[in-house]
Nanobody, 125 residues
Framework: VQLQASGGGAVQAGGSLRLSCAAS????????VTWFRQAPGKDREFVGS????????YYADSVKGRFTISRNNAKDTMYLQMNALRSEDTAVYYC???????????????????WGQGTQVTVSS
């Protein structure tokens, strides 16, 4: 399994970016695919998650209403549409996938088996 995150960049506050997470390999085994982020000097934190089969989405309170997760089934690609970006959204964003994580544990990094390489998002105020 490989996850490839892309789409990061620099944007001004209030702007938008769309990140992509392209999956390959045994993607049929995924239960949840999730975005995490890590800001400089901070711990990695949960951003949002997609139930791979079914499409349910879940978000951190800090991004709810601004970020939207979607999926292109034909391409096995998950997207993170980020609107109304704030300086505090500046971070490296990672996608991760797990064949076994349960809903109550989707925010836990240790539950994920597969990780993408990360993509930098910088929001300037």
């Amino acid at each position: 399994v490989q996850l490839q995150a892309s789409g990061g960049g620099a944007v001004q506050a209030g702007g938008s970016l769309r990140l992509s997470c392209a999956a390959s390999g045994r993607t049929f085994s995924f239960r949840y695919v999730t975005w995490f982020r890590q800001a400089p000097g901070k711990d990695r934190e949960f951003v949002g998650s997609l139930k791979w089969s079914g499409g349910n989405t879940y978000y951190a309170d800090s991004v709810k209403g601004r970020f939207t997760i979607s999926r292109n089934n034909a391409k096995d690609t998950m997207y993170l549409q980020m609107n109304a970006l704030r300086s505090e959204d500046t971070a490296v964003y990672y996608c991760a996938a797990s064949p076994s994580v349960i809903l109550s544990n989707i925010q836990s990094q240790s539950a994920y088996t597969y990780w993408g390489q990360g993509t930098q998002v910088t929001v300037s105020s």
